[in-house]
C-alpha cells in the first residue's frame, strides 16, 4: 500500500506565499517562497528538483507551467493553488499531492482517487494555533474589542459607544460545528470562562469520558442546536454536506444577537447571508479567518460585513493555523511525508486523505 514506486529523481512543485521583507527578518516564516519549508537544501542533496512560487492564478502561471512534468506538489491552505481535475488532467506525472498544513478542500478528492494520486496532509499540525484562534476570536466579538480598539487609534474616547454592546462570555450556551480535533480543544478552553452550557453538533458522539470530561453534551438536531447556541464556532471539514450548511435559512434558527466564529473553511457559511444578518442585526458579530476565496478580493463580503451598531467584524487573513510553531510542524510533517514517499515507505495513516485510488478511511477500513 505504498503510496509511490521510489524513482531516482522527483520535480516537487511547492506553491507557497512570499512574505517579501518578513521572510528575511523572521527565518521561521517556513511556509513561504523565501524559506521554502526549509527543504531545499535537503531535497537537492538527493538530486530532486525543488521547485518553489506563489504564483498559481491563470494559464500562464508558473505553477500551472510546472504542474505538467511535477511528480509532487505542495500548497498550503493559506496560499493554495486549486488542484481541479482539469489541472490534474494536466499533470500526467503527478504521483502525490501534500498539504502544508490541515484541510485539502483545494484538491478535486475524486479526481485524485481516479488517478491514484495520494492526497497527504500534516494532521495535527495546527490544531493548537486555530482553537487558540477561535477563543481570541469569541473574546473580540463578544467584548466588542475591535470597535474600542479602533477607537482609541482615531484619537477618540467614547466609552458607551462601545460599552453598548460589549458582553461577558461567562453565563453564555456556546457550541461547535464539528468536534474533532480542533473543536474538542476549543472546548476545553471554554471550560474556564464559566458558560451556561457547552453544546457540539456531530455525526458521531464524542467518547463519553471525552464529554464529560469538558462538561458538553451532544445535540443531533441542527435547527435545535443553532436555536440554542449564543455564540457558534465552526471547526468542520468542507465537503458536499457542509458547504453553506450556514445560510439565510439556518442564520433564522439563530437567536437575534448571537456570533458566529469561523476557523474552519469560509464556503461553510454563505458570505452575503452573513454580511445580511449582521447588517439587520440578526447576528452580532462574525469572526474568524477563513474565505471562500483565497486571497479575498477587495469587494468580498466580509470586508465590509458589519452589525447595526457599526462592529462585529473580526476577519482576518487565513493566520489561525500558521502560528511559527504550526509551521514548524508543518515544515517537519511535510519533510516526513516526502521521506516515506521516496523510501517506499507507509505513510502515517492519520496524514493520508486518499491513497490507492479510495479514501484513506476505506483503504484501511477505519475512519
Given at each position: 500500500m505504498s503510496p509511490a514506486a521510489t524513482v531516482n529523481k522527483e520535480k516537487i512543485l511547492a506553491v507557497l506565499y512570499s512574505a517579501g521583507k518578513y521572510a528575511k527578518e523572521q527565518p521561521k516564516l517556513l511556509g513561504t517562497i523565501e524559506n521554502k519549508l526549509g527543504i531545499k537544501e535537503w531535497l537537492e542533496s538527493q538530486g530532486?528538483?525543488?521547485?518553489?512560487?506563489?504564483?498559481?492564478?491563470?494559464p500562464d502561471s508558473e505553477f500551472q507551467k510546472h504542474i505538467k512534468d511535477a511528480t509532487c506538489v505542495i500548497t498550503t491552505p493559506f496560499h493554495p493553488a486549486?488542484?481541479?481535475?482539469?489541472?490534474?488532467?494536466?499533470?500526467?506525472?503527478?504521483?502525490?499531492?501534500?498539504?502544508?498544513g490541515v484541510g485539502s478542500d483545494h484538491i478535486d478528492l475524486n479526481a485524485a482517487n481516479e488517478r491514484k494520486i495520494t492526497v497527504a496532509e500534516v494532521t495535527g499540525s495546527n490544531v493548537v494555533a486555530v482553537a487558540e484562534h477561535v477563543i481570541m476570536t469569541i473574546l473580540n466579538l463578544v467584548?466588542?474589542?475591535?470597535?474600542?480598539?479602533?477607537?482609541?487609534?482615531?484619537?477618540?474616547?467614547?466609552v458607551a459607544q462601545v460599552a453598548r454592546n460589549s458582553y461577558d462570555v461567562e453565563n453564555k450556551v456556546i457550541g461547535t460545528l464539528g468536534a474533532g480535533r480542533i473543536g474538542y480543544r476549543v472546548l476545553e478552553r471554554l471550560q474556564p470562562f464559566d458558560p451556561k452550557e457547552l453544546l457540539y453538533y456531530d455525526y458521531q458522539a464524542l467518547p463519553e469520558a471525552a464529554a464529560n470530561k469538558v462538561g458538553t453534551r451532544r445535540v443531533e438536531d441542527l435547527k435545535e442546536f443553532l436555536g440554542q447556541l449564543d455564540i457558534l464556532t465552526i471547526n468542520a471539514p468542507?465537503?458536499?454536506?457542509?458547504?453553506?450548511?450556514?445560510?439565510?435559512?439556518?442564520l433564522g434558527?439563530?437567536?437575534?444577537?448571537?456570533?458566529?466564529?469561523?476557523?474552519?473553511?469560509?464556503?461553510?457559511?454563505?458570505?452575503?447571508a452573513i454580511k445580511d444578518a449582521l447588517a439587520s442585526g440578526?447576528?452580532?458579530?462574525?469572526?474568524?479567518?477563513?474565505?471562500?476565496?483565497?486571497?479575498?478580493?477587495?469587494?468580498?463580503?466580509?470586508?465590509s460585513a458589519i452589525n447595526n451598531m457599526g462592529g462585529g467584524n473580526a476577519m482576518t487573513a487565513h493566520i489561525s493555523g500558521t502560528s511559527l510553531d504550526s509551521q514548524e510542524r508543518y515544515a517537519r510533517g511535510v519533510k516526513e511525508i516526502l521521506d516515506n514517499y521516496f523510501n517506499n515507505r507507509e505513510q502515517t495513516l492519520a496524514n493520508l486523505i486518499v491513497i490507492d485510488g479510495q479514501?484513506?478511511?476505506?483503504?484501511?477500513?477505519?475512519?
Open positions: 530532486h528538483e525543488y521547485i518553489v512560487t506563489d504564483d498559481k492564478e491563470g486549486y488542484l481541479t481535475r482539469d489541472i490534474m488532467n494536466k499533470a500526467e506525472k503527478l504521483k502525490i499531492a501534500i498539504t502544508a467584548r466588542n474589542f475591535v470597535p474600542a480598539h479602533e477607537q482609541i487609534m482615531r484619537g477618540e474616547w467614547n468542507l465537503h458536499e454536506g457542509t458547504y453553506h450548511l450556514i445560510n439565510k435559512e439556518t434558527y439563530m437567536k437575534p444577537g448571537a456570533w458566529i466564529v469561523n476557523t474552519a473553511r469560509g464556503a461553510i457559511c454563505d458570505a452575503q440578526h447576528l452580532n458579530g462574525y469572526g474568524g479567518d477563513v474565505w471562500d476565496q483565497q486571497p479575498a478580493p477587495a469587494n468580498h463580503p466580509l470586508r479514501y484513506a478511511s476505506k483503504a484501511y477500513g477505519q475512519r
